[in-house]
């Protein structure tokens, strides 16, 4: 499907029976407030595995103005409330975000270009993140103690990321040591070094900070794999299990030594002889939204697009990522469909908004999602223009809402687990 019209456009004619298509839920069609104050959950869309902890932040009821303002009121206020705030607030929306809140948007970008985007705006005292949760914190970590970080609505958590928690990882860790130990090897490399994903709470950026780990992005976990060869002799990495074991697999590391860790079970559902021989031992987490894409799909698109060019993510699983033509970060997959030859054709396997602004920026081009349900970010979505409307409102008038702090003595390690991921270097870029 090549279209131009914004996805929840497309969800709202699939719903009404104006267009063909299907959806991943029908309730994908209502406002976010419809399910924001039912039993924790994802909201529509989300995997039947996702599992809301018990601590996450709950959103309040948003006041009734607007929830029953229709779009053309909300873009009034929205614009409004950002003219009267001008510098004094920054907007910046994920890649994943719903056009209709990416349109107010300063910066578009990942969750850690847009962080660094934030810190360079000194003079904003708001910073209005549309993503989810972990985003705001990073944002929280390197801006400036006195920009207050907001996240429009707090239900806006990632699933990936909760699949992991600071209790569940500390026992893992406990186990991990008590089997490796603590000593060096001849090489002063450590038994063991944590490795988070980006996509994580600050909870456990600070966990690896204090325990001589790193942090990665999609786009440089090979380099930051590296490092932690360098520094230890394996690797626990969180959450996301497909980053982890497609990255170490394009380095050379055997499957075999790539177990991964269900925290329910005892070792991680391992025995002693697998995790002594682990190079990677891979937290058994997950995004919902790439996890949907399948080799079916790929062939699917092959035998209608002859020549179509496959790119992933690699937040998808293996099969697909070894099937796909190439596979990287949505920098990498934005530059990639940038300097094609005008008339090429793309599959894209990742999250729908993405591919269709995509599809909409570059029309020289056929641009297609290569799950054909539509099937956006249901944690991303829950931030609606209503929720953007009333935080900015609330601005001006001296409130500060739904304000995402990370507590001084988890960001500092966090920082420093941040700052390592910086200094990493990968081999091309060793000794300038
Ligand atoms: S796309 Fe996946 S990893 Fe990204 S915010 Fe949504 S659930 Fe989390």
């Known amino acids: 499907m090549t279209t131009t019209a914004s996805v929840d456009t497309t969800i709202r004619l699939i719903d009404a029976g104006t267009e063909q298509g299907s959806t991943c839920s029908a309730d994908l069609a209502a406002g976010p407030w419809a399910f924001d ?57 994920h890649f994943y975000q719903r056009d209709e809140v990416v349109a107010y948007a300063d910066y578009v970008g990942d969750s850690f270009q847009l962080a660094n985007a934030a810190r360079a705006r000194t003079e904003a005292e708001a910073i209005v993140f549309c993503g989810v949760h972990f985003m705001a914190e990073t944002a929280d970590l390197l801006s400036r103690p006195e920009q207050a970080v907001i996240l429009p609505n707090l239900a806006a958590g990632c699933s990936m990321a909760d699949m992991a928690n600071i209790d569940q990882v500390e026992e893992c860790w406990e186990q991990l040591l008590e089997l490796y130990g603590t000593e060096p090897d001849a090489d002063g490399r450590v038994p063991v070094i944590p490795v988070t994903y980006m996509n994580s709470s600050a909870a456990l950026k600070g966990f690896c900070g204090r325990n001589g780990g790193i942090v990665c992005t999609s786009s440089n976990a090979e380099t930051v794999l590296e490092w932690a060869f360098a520094h230890g002799q394996r690797v626990l990495f969180f959450p996301d299990q497909h980053l982890g074991r497609n990255t170490a697999k394009a380095m050379g590391v055997p499957l075999e030594a790539m177990p991964t860790w269900n925290p329910n079970e005892p070792l991680g559902g391992n025995d002693e002889a697998s995790l002594a021989d682990a190079r990677v031992v891979l937290w058994h987490g997950f995004c919902s939204v790439h996890k949907r894409f399948t080799v079916a799909q790929i062939e699917q698109a092959r035998a209608q697009y002859p020549g179509v060019r496959v790119i992933v993510h690699p937040e998808c699983p293996m099969p697909v990522v070894d099937a ?16 094609a030859p005008d008339g090429s054709t793309f599959a894209v396997g990742t999250e729908i908004n993405l591919v269709q602004r995509l599809a909409a920026q570059y029309p020289q081009h056929t641009i297609f999602c290569l799950d054909p349900v539509v099937c956006p970010c249901s944690t991303m979505y829950r931030i609606h223009p209503g929720y953007l409307a009333w935080v900015l409102e609330s601005l001006v008038a001296g409130e500060v809402p739904n304000r995402i702090t990370v507590s001084a003595d988890v960001a500092a390690p966090a920082r420093l687990a941040l700052e390592r991921m910086l200094d990493a270097k990968p081999p091309a870029q060793r000794g300038a």
Do not use: C, F, N, W
Request: hydrophobic content about 40%.
């Open 37 to 93: 104050l039912l039993a924790p959950g994802y909201g529509p869309g989300a995997s039947m595995h996702d599992v809301v902890p018990p601590a996450a932040p709950r959103q309040g009821e948003l006041p009734v103005e607007y929830r029953e303002a229709d779009a053309d009121e909300l873009d009034a206020r929205i614009r409004a409330a950002k003219d009267a705030l001008g510098e004094r607030v920054v907007i910046l929306g």
């Open 324 to 339: 796909a033509d190439s596979y990287g970060s949505t920098d990498y997959i934005t530059k990639a469909i940038a300097a």
